[in-house]
């Protein structure tokens, strides 16, 4: 769909009143005769600017990885590329010798920690009984107490190892090992890249699965350099197919050499599942404006010494009404100014109109 855009669009803004409207006299029976038909203008809240590529993307903030979290083996992959998963849910298992290491680790902590703990017990009595010194009694507390940092420590390392809180209580309550780790994504979204393999062995903090949560996402459009001038924040952005409708919210600083376009970014208002992340589409970017616009078919306008013109309803039939076309979308015209809103403007039969109003002393065109 081509845009045409009228020079001058801002200083619409400025322009003085338009002339007095030119009467074409009909009555009921000749505006039948001719098949004239009249429509009200549809209101529009902003003007068209442009048509640009753009791509659907999601947010960084949206993205997440999941990494290996011990060197080891990848064993096995539960997930397919583009396949929606829940948080918590296992992506991947892997084997690791590592993991036996701090499981025990954690063993020997949690056993000195109830030593401690008993010891601890024993002393409070004897102290309660006179029969130690306090001093005693603080340094079996210190002892406790480090006995217990090292086994909150050995817990926070397996829990960044990958092991769920549940599945340290159950280690702590049955004392066994195991090397197998289960590999979860920490949110609910869709797998975007795999980038393990089954039989792959990995090192520590590899990444191997990226996610994506697209219940949020932008559009990044690419605007030729000469039309960011005219864009604001909050101005619109709209698609019909899939349709789709954005907010501005950035433009950027800086303009890509090789193309001359510049990124301005839309967040997109409402999810819809047609719409999918990688997606390119082409998007019409909307001035937002505060003033009276409207749009009528293409049809409905006339040109007439250089102006253009409508045909409005009246009781005694149709008054020439001078316009000002900010712009042509397809078959459809952008009025910024010269109509009502309970204005009913001539749509078909037009040039019945324009003969008669020229025959009564227009100018050729």
């Given at each position: ?115 401690a703990g008993s010891k601890l017990n024993r002393d409070q009595k004897l102290l309660d009984e006179g029969v130690i010194s306090k001093l005693r009694w603080q340094e079996t507390r210190s002892t406790f107490d480090k006995a217990q940092a090292n086994l909150r420590q050995a817990e926070q390392v397996l829990d960044a190892s990958g092991m769920s809180a549940k599945d340290i209580a159950e280690l702590k309550r049955t ?191």
């Open positions: 769909m081509k845009l045409a855009l009228f020079p001058a669009v801002i200083s619409l803004l400025t322009a003085p009143a338009l002339a007095a409207d030119t009467l074409v006299k009909m009555d009921a029976q000749q505006i039948e005769h001719l098949d004239v038909r009249v429509a009200k203008p549809e209101i529009v809240n902003a003007l068209p600017l442009a048509w640009a590529p753009a791509r659907v993307v999601i947010p960084p903030d949206r993205e997440f990885i999941v990494s290996a979290p011990q060197a080891g083996v990848i064993t096995r992959i539960d997930v397919a590329l583009g396949s929606s998963v829940a948080p918590g849910q296992v992506v991947a298992e892997m084997q690791s010798p590592d993991l036996l290491t701090l499981q025990r680790d954690l063993l020997n902590a949690a056993t000195e920690y109830e030593l004392r066994s090992i195991s090397n197998t780790l289960l590999l979860r994504t920490p949110i609910r979204g869709v797998l975007l890249e795999r980038l393990a393999t089954v039989g792959q062995r990995v090192s520590m903090l590899a990444p191997l699965f990226r996610i994506g949560n697209v219940d949020q996402l932008w559009l990044e459009i690419d605007m030729p350099q000469e039309r960011l001038s005219e864009i604001r924040l909050k101005d619109r952005v709209e698609l019909d197919s899939p349709r789709i409708r954005a907010t501005i919210i950035e433009v950027s600083q800086n303009v890509r050499p090789d193309s001359q376009t510049a990124l301005v970014r839309a967040v997109i208002d409402e999810h819809d599942d047609s719409v999918r992340a990688g997606q390119n589409v082409n998007v019409q970017v909307m001035h937002a404006s505060t003033d009276f616009i409207c749009r009528v078919p293409l049809a409905a306008i006339i040109s007439q010494d250089g102006r253009q013109y409508v045909f409005v309803r009246t009781s005694d039939g149709f008054a020439v009404r001078p316009v000002k076309v900010a712009a042509v979308d397809g078959r459809q015209a952008i009025i910024h100014e010269g109509l009502t809103a309970d204005d009913r403007v001539a749509v078909q039969g037009v040039a019945a109109l324009k003969g008669a109003w020229t025959g009564l002393g227009g100018g050729d065109e």
